[in-house]
T-cell receptor
Framework: DAKTTQPPSMDCAEGRAANLPCNHSTISGNEYVYWYRQIHSQGPQYIIHGLKNNETNEMASLIITEDRKSSTLILPHATLRDTAVYYCIGRSGGSNYKLTFGKGTLLTVNP | NAGVTQTPKFQVLKTGQSMTLQCAQDMNHNSMYWYRQDPGMGLRLIYYSASEGTTDKGEVPNGYNVSRLNKREFSLRLESAAPSQTSVYFC???????????????FGSGTRLTVV
């Protein structure tokens, strides 16, 4: 599975878009990019995942660069409840168990 | 609400004591997992069960045993607790282990274990 690199922390103003970057330069062709978040003291929560194309769901959008070496998770209108640690994870299509969490990015949404 | 239920939520053990952490899911998921999370660190996989009747070691299995009792339940046992096992333990489940049909893991709310 690809090694991912994320900034340790970011700030965002409430109501503005939060753009969380992730580098995964070693990602292989069959590896998916997953995003999870963990609000303080809670279990991680699945947000979105993608392979090549940009993806959008009710929580967020995922933009993957054409060379797939990096991606950005976008929370379009951040709220205080979006303050959490966000994890970017690379996972191969053949992987049968591994979801490896790094240290993630602590996003703080400020009023 | 459908989801993953873990019991207990909090536990204090003395060194050498044993205990079992319980996990149950009601989403008819095939795969279940146990992770631990230490302060300032990401989650580390202890054991997983890709399907009912199978279990396999993850990154940090030493000191733990697991049982996949049925499709719904996956328990984690500490036979002789040590202070190094003080952690928050998360259970998770997914439709199946293999991506991309795995649309994501559902995690429980965690068990906070302190070993003194």
């Amino acid at each position: 599975d690809a090694k991912t690199t994320q900034p340790p922390s970011m700030d965002c103003a409430e109501g503005r878009a939060a753009n969380l970057p992730c580098n995964h330069s070693t990602i292989s062709g069959n590896e998916y990019v997953y995003w999870y978040r963990q609000i303080h003291s809670q279990g991680p929560q699945y947000i979105i995942h993608g392979l090549k194309n940009n993806e959008t769901n009710e929580m967020a959008s995922l933009i993957i660069t054409e060379d797939r070496k990096s991606s950005t998770l976008i929370l379009p209108h951040a709220t205080l409840r979006d303050t959490a640690v966000y994890y970017c994870i690379g996972r191969s299509g053949g992987s049968n168990y591994k979801l490896t969490f790094g240290k993630g990015t602590l996003l703080t949404v400020n009023p | 609400n459908a989801g993953v239920t873990q019991t207990p939520k909090f536990q204090v053990l003395k060194t050498g004591q044993s205990m079992t952490l319980q996990c149950a899911q009601d989403m008819n998921h095939n795969s279940m997992y146990w992770y631990r999370q230490d302060p300032g660190m990401g989650l580390r996989l202890i054991y997983y069960s890709a399907s009912e009747g199978t279990t396999d070691k993850g990154e940090v299995p030493n000191g733990y045993n697991v049982s996949r009792l049925n499709k719904r339940e996956f328990s984690l046992r500490l036979e002789s607790a040590a202070p190094s096992q003080t952690s928050v333990y998360f259970c998770a489940s997914s439709e199946q282990a293999r991506a991309p049909l795995n649309y994501g893991y559902t995690f429980g709310s965690g068990t906070r274990l302190t070993v003194v």
